[in-house]
């Protein structure tokens, strides 16, 4: 065991969770969960992270989660954060509890029946381009899109449960355009939940360099990395 490494790891997270309390006390806002991004992490630094008491890990890149998750079956709930691609849509229903950036009705059927063959129901977020960023995924935040496709996943995908929208702004150091951003997500869950006579109950927004912001604006799930790990290999 790499003591030096663990202790290094629990220092971060403690580091973390006390900006975290400090910011939603401060906006008198709920504590949002903490979920580490693990990706590009090595399976010893996500173990000392399961140890410190994180239970909740998110990856972008298929097969490397695969070993991941085969090496740590201690931990039970895994997120896939990455861009869906269709000939991996078996396996990250099969191997996922949560899938953040859904992004169209073809990938949500396909889900649907692949999660359905495992008896189980996926935790299911629509991912928004809410700065209409083009290096970044997601529905266009203006139109039909967003209710049309939340509506498809309630209507005709009951191993998919819908539970909120998530977004990656583009890079932007300014405090107030992180929250702007991060209020429009929050004002989109709303008119979702609005078209849709359903309520949500995540906003998945915030990252490592963003977090008071999203905390501001209502953030249920941090997505945060480096913040608890460090660099990545």
Avoid at 25 to 31: C, G, I, L, S
Avoid at 122 to 139: L, P, R, S, T
Avoid at 168 to 178: D, F, P, V
């Amino acid at each position: 065991m790499n003591n030096a490494l663990r202790d290094q790891i629990k220092k971060n997270i403690n580091a973390i969770q006390d900006r975290v309390s400090l910011y939603a006390d401060k906006y008198d806002h709920p504590r949002p969960l903490l979920l580490a991004v693990s990706k590009k992490q090595s399976i010893e630094k996500i173990h000392y992270a399961h140890m410190a008491g994180l239970n909740e890990f998110a990856e972008s890149y298929l097969q490397e989660a695969l070993e991941k998750i085969r090496a740590l079956p201690e931990i039970q709930c895994w997120h896939f954060i990455g861009q869906l691609q269709s000939n991996k849509l078996k396996d990250i229903a099969t191997h996922f509890n949560w899938v953040h950036t859904l992004t169209n009705t073809k990938h949500a059927k396909k889900l649907n029946e692949y999660a359905a063959l495992h008896d189980k129901v996926i935790n299911i977020c629509i991912q928004v381009n809410i700065d209409k960023d083009e290096n970044k995924g997601g529905i266009a935040p203006d139109g039909d899109a967003l209710q049309h496709l939340a509506l498809f996943v309630l209507q005709h995908c009951p191993a998919l449960k819908l539970r909120g929208v998530m977004c990656i702004l583009e890079k932007n150091e300014s405090y107030a355009h992180q929250y702007q951003s991060f209020c429009s997500l929050n004002k989109l869950k709303g008119l979702v939940e609005e078209a849709c006579h359903y309520k949500l109950d995540t906003l998945s927004m915030g990252m490592s360099q963003d977090l008071e912001a999203a905390i501001a604006a209502g953030s249920s799930v941090l997505r945060v990395g480096s913040a608890i790990f460090g660099k990545r290999i």
